[in-house]
């Protein structure tokens, strides 16, 4: 079995063997979507085809829509030409379930897919045909919050957004460059309408989203490479939108355990392809069954009937709510916090850290008794209910591969949404007292302790990538298991505003973590003493 339209043209093998294939004319579905398309998708991940095609996909198999959708990637473009165009844009979609059934889904919504380089004539003219067509209702992203950014870690300007600023929007090299320099096409053609749709797993999307291209816009105007009714163009919400929304599924890398069930079934192809840029992809993707998507219901230009295959349009207000209880307190924390003690303990998958009564009752903690205290339920979605699936569905599925060394990336990034906030509520609540918070303090001097890339045994392991780990780092260099009074090396790092949303020693946590800290680095075996010790 082949994964190509002339592969798929004998529809029955695939179905004896349990695929669920396209109930649509893919040909005709092409032609409309390229003649007329509405949804653009930036981003051509393993969440994208796991989630928003497979959304559009819905949409075409009940008839609620005759168009799917059209992909770019701006980041690694061999994903397109390795993966998408040798497939004819098809991907599979295996869905793993608790219980341990697998579906297998062959995803046909791509209609197009192209490749976000200014520096390809044909590639950057199509795109822009594209913004230019009146029918195009919405663009979405899955890029990354680091994709939203126009500056490094230090606060400096990036090289290739300082020129691009000067240069204008001819033939922009930054990835948001390229994105406004498409939307100043779109005003070019008659200032359409249009929504900016981020659906990255970052606080308040929309405004970074609508933040960088702003300020392309307004550069251009202000140097005279744009015209001067562009910046008002981006400004007008009217006209362009950047709604904010959350969403929610985990998609780990394609796993060898799936592409062993694949190769059973006779599909060939499924070598995956590892680009020049360290992209590791594949024909098909692995997710779990449970997915949200709540967005803000905010399209100028109208949208597709996406609530037909369960997306939540509401508010900006319900959807901020939504944010804060999964990313702040009852998802986003728990993974941060099985990622780092997993490593520390030599787990290879999240799913096992969830047998562990330590790590176990640690979230159960973090989540029940320390973070829902501070949700404000969205109506939308019941609290309660969304951590009982994460603790006792989601992150406990055994056919999940995913890992808390993945999970552990950018670790510096997440901290201060995913527990800062919470400590900011028990601040701001005088009915809370921050002091009532012991294991979020737990959590980040399990942090500290990562960070000196020794595991709970005395071994060396390789940290995770994240762009402040060089500095960080140093916060901790030079401290050995059973060193004495080394801990307090790290307390200057804990005054950190950027890395944990507030100054620790400000409520006095900084002692606190600084304490548990000590525990953790007395020797061999005192990460596991230490959990046991504060999760009775």
Known sequence: MELTEKGLAS????????????????????????????????????????????????????????????????????????????????????????????????????????????????????????????????????????????????GELLPAVEEDYLAGPKAPKSYMGKVASLLYARYESGAKPIAMVSTDNCSHNGDKLCAAISAFAREWTKNGRAEAGFYDYISDKSRVSFPWSMIDKITPRPDVSVEKILREDNLSGLDPVVTSRKTWVAPFVNAEETQYLVIEDSFPNGRPKLEQAGVIFTERETVDKVEKMKVCTCLNPLHTALAVYGCLLGYQKISDEMKDPQLRAMVEIIGY???????????????????????????????????????????????????????????????????????????????????????????????????????VSKYVEGIRLGDRNAASKAAPLLTNVQIFGLDLSSVGMDKTVISYFEELIAGPGAIRATLEKYTA
Request: a neutral charge.
């Open 11 to 154: 529809g029955s093998e695939w179905e004896s063997k349990g695929y669920q294939l396209p109930r649509y004319d893919r040909k005709a579905m092409v032609e409309a979507t390229r003649a007329n398309p509405t949804w653009i998708h930036f981003g051509a991940g393993n969440i994208f085809r796991a989630f928003q095609a497979n959304l559009a996909q819905e949409l075409l198999n009940s008839g609620a829509s005759s168009r799917g959708l059209i992909v770019a990637e701006g980041f690694d473009y061999e994903i397109v030409e390795k993966m998408y165009r040798p497939h004819d844009n098809y991907s599979v979609l295996v869905t793993l379930k608790a219980d341990g059934k697998v579906d297998k889904t062959v995803v046909g919504s791509i209609a197009e897919s192209c490749i976000l380089d200014s520096a390809n004539q044909a590639e950057y003219r199509r795109l822009k045909e594209i913004f230019g067509r009146g029918s195009l209702q919405m663009v979405t992203f899955t890029i990354t919050e680091k994709g939203y950014s126009l500056v490094n870690g230090k």
């Open 369 to 471: 008794k320390e973070g829902l205290p501070v949700v404000v339920n969205p109506g939308v979605l019941d609290p309660r209910e969304f951590i009982d699936t994460v603790l006792k569905v989601r992150i406990p599925n055994p056919f999940m591969p995913d890992t808390p060394q993945r999970i552990a990336t950018d670790t510096s990034q997440k901290l201060a949404i995913r527990f800062g906030e919470t400590i900011k509520r028990y601040i701001e609540d005088p009915s809370l007292n921050v002091s009532d918070l012991k294991l979020i303090p737990l959590v980040f001097a399990g942090w500290l302790r990562y960070l000196m890339a020794v595991d709970d045994e005395g071994r060396a392991f390789e940290l995770s990538p994240d762009p402040l780990l060089a500095s």
